[in-house]
């Protein structure tokens, strides 16, 4: 076995290797960018080596300097974990080329298996079934579009060197055809650098079912199947082991057609064979047909893991070590469900765009097995992947795997960015998908339903305000004998703005008037109903949806300041008073703009000393959240 491995990856993964080669007695390297400078991953290696600035085309793409970091800390492998370097093989044969292991299929085996058109003609020369299509040379589009047509409408365009659902354009006539040919083309060139294409027949209601497989370069086994169906915008969203309603018939079948497949390049290592399958007529032998083969452990490899109690990781290490493969078919079972769910700093409502920011706050439930790269206080950076965590849960049957699914995803909470959380939380409970009747269309099926933008309610307004009001617990001070305290508290969520006032009847007791509602709290154990927390001027309430709210501190607030010479409006309202005229001069303090908002008047006063360059409101005037009221500058 090795003593030092390098690890060529960051993240989730990174930190998933990390714990198993400690567990192996391994010491372990971590690389970084500047930007993971303080990265859990870095944290958690024995060494680690700066690789270079945050690109990663200047960083983890650097095989160069992976290799050098490889050496000079006296690493003996490198395990690229997925994505980045895990699937090129011109950095296979560097790292041999160095005299190094790399953790991982053989440059050769993953050339047979790099672009999707080559193979699939190899894979149908070993005997196993790829989707009906043409996956040759010519490029010509009138002679695909004639392909298309022969094949027989809906097909699918995808990139030869496609991956991660890039390059791939679904058609369902002939007349769509030439112009999705020429967007796929155009975004496999910018993506891929290839703008070849195959064309497939589309199958509908289609099941993505893989088959994890493992081999030492002669014999292989597989680690049965996974059902990775439940995606959105053909990336995987939850998966799990095994595959709902699969057949021992059609188990044998897959497993057979996937061993077969690995055998046929020679494989060494962990890999997956993905395979489209027909469910319009449940799982059946003669339904499901090769896709691609992904030649690296696979992000949800750890659903896998649960039902068959292998570490893949340690097979990894073990057979990149020259040991022969750990066990033989016969000895491989499956105990239980699992499930996995990707939880990622995206704007679901927005359609799943990805989101950043620092972390206030990250809590898992100890009940699940948590992968992640990240901890209170890291930042999900504009850089890469921004995957927070994945959830994986173990049951003794799909049905226990489900709940146990919800109730780990319940128990989860995340502040300081937005999540898919909700998202996930309301796909683990769609019927559909607890009944198993799982297709790749479910998702976007129930898109209204799963992807809805949530609105706090009253209660999570309230609370939040009261967490906001920082109401110090014991005897009320100031509290006068007619009168209960009273005090107005500003938040926004969005675009929307609230103004409740709290009622303090006793420390531990407040109404909260919002608008002609009024919501009764009462505090126990330090909780005034829902979990929430304030960071700084963010308030997160963790109901069945997260609400972050800002605090807006009509105080702080009266000097608003953007870069010290502008002036701009903190909230919608209405100008009740412009008090500066263009080209007077002002102090540190004056005066400039009273703004009404929310039944409040405020006062922005200039935030230094300066000459007023320009007034650009009147009073009268409305005025949306961050419009330019007053700008300054120097006095001459
Ligand atoms: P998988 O097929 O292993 O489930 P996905 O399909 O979700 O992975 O990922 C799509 C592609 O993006 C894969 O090629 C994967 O290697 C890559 N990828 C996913 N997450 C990351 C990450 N955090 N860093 C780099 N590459 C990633
Ligand atoms: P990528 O390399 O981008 O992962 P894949 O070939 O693995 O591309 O396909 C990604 C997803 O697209 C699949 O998981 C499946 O949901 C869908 N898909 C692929 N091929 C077909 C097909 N022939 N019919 C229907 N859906 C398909
Ligand atoms: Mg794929």
């Not at 659902?165 to 006539?173: A, D, I, P």
């Not at 699914?405 to 939380?425: C, I, K, P, Q």
Request: one cysteine or more; charged letters at 20%; aromatic letters at 6%.
């Amino acid at each position: 076995m090795f003593t030092k491995i390098l690890i060529a990856n960051r993240g989730e993964i990174a930190c998933r290797i990390i714990k198993t080669a400690r567990e192996m007695g391994v010491w372990t390297v971590a690389v970084y960018s500047d930007a993971d400078a303080e990265a859990l991953h870095v944290r958690q290696a024995d060494e680690a080596v700066r690789l270079g600035p945050a690109p990663v085309a200047e960083s983890y793409l650097r095989g160069d300097l992976i290799i050098r970091a490889a050496l000079e800390t006296g690493a003996q492998a490198i395990h690229p974990g997925y994505g980045f370097l895990s699937e090129n093989p011109e950095f296979v044969e560097a790292v041999e080329a160095a005299g190094l292991v790399f953790i991982g299929p053989s440059a050769k085996a993953i050339r047979a298996m790099g672009l999707k058109d080559a193979a699939k003609a190899l894979m149908t020369k070993a005997g196993v079934p790829v989707v009906p299509g043409y996956h040759g040379a010519t490029q010509e589009p009138a002679f695909l579009a004639k392909k298309a047509g022969e094949i027989g409408y809906p097909v699918l365009i995808k990139a030869v060197a496609g991956g991660g659902g890039k390059g791939m354009r679904l058609v369902e006539g002939a007349p769509n055809f030439l112009e999705n040919l020429a967007s796929a083309r155009a975004e496999a060139q910018t993506a891929f650098g290839n703008p070849d294409v195959l064309i497939e027949k589309y199958i509908t209601a289609p099941r993505h079912i893989e088959v994890q497989v493992f081999g030492d370069g002669t014999e292989a086994v597989h680690l049965f199947e996974r059902d990775c169906s439940l995606q959105r915008r053909h990336q995987k969203v939850i998966e799990e082991a095994p595959a709902p309603g699969m057949t021992d018939e059609v188990r044998a079948a897959m497993g057979q057609a996937a061993v077969t497949a690995a055998k046929a390049i020679g494989y060494a290592g962990a890999g997956t064979i993905e395979f489209i399958v027909d469910a319009s007529d449940g799982l059946r032998a003669d339904g499901f047909w090769f896709m691609e083969m992904n030649t690296r452990l696979q992000v949800e490899h750890p659903v896998t893991e649960a039902i068959t109690g292998v570490d893949l990781v340690a097979w990894q290490l073990r057979v990149a070590a020259g040991e022969p493969l750990p066990a033989r078919q016969e000895d491989m079972s499956i105990t239980g469900h699992a499930m996995e769910a990707r939880l990622y700093a995206e704007d679901v409502p927005a359609g799943f765009l990805p989101a950043t920011g620092v972390i206030d706050h990250l809590a898992f439930p100890a009940t699940a097995r948590i992968d992640s790269g990240v901890v209170a206080g890291s930042e999900i950076s504009p850089w890469y992947d921004p995957m927070i965590a994945k959830v994986t849960v173990h049951g003794r049957d799909r049905a226990s795997a489900c709940r146990a699914l919800t109730a780990a995803l319940r128990a989860t909470s995340v502040a300081g960015t937005v999540t898919n959380l909700g998202f996930l939380r309301r796909l683990a409970q769609q019927p559909d998908f607890v009944a198993g009747n799982v297709d790749t269309g479910l998702i976007a099926r129930n898109a209204q339903m799963l992807c809805a933008a949530p609105v706090p309610t009253a209660q999570d307004v309230a609370i939040a305000a009261v967490v906001a009001a920082e109401i110090a617990p014991g005897p009320l001070t100031g509290f006068t004998l007619w009168d209960p305290l009273s005090r107005a508290v500003l938040l926004s969520f969005g675009e929307t703005f609230y103004a409740p006032r709290l009622v303090v009847q006793e420390a531990d007791r407040v109404d909260v008037i919002l608008d002609d509602e009024v919501v009764h709290l009462t505090r126990r154990d330090a909780h005034w109903g829902l979990p929430a927390i304030r960071h700084g001027a963010r308030v997160t309430v963790f109901g069945p949806e997260t609400f972050c709210f800002d605090v807006i501190d009509p105080l702080a607030r009266d000097s608003a300041v953007v870069g010290g010479d502008t002036v701009l409006a903190p909230m919608p309202g209405l100008v009740r008073d412009v008090a500066v005229v263009s080209g007077g001069t002002v102090a540190e303090g004056d005066r400039l703009v009273v703004l009404e908002a929310m039944k409040m008047e405020h006062v922005l006063r200039a935030p230094r000393d300066g000459v007023v360059a320009a007034v650009s409101v009147a009073a009268g005037d409305q005025v949306t959240a961050g419009a330019l009221m007053v700008a300054l500058e120097p006095v001459p």
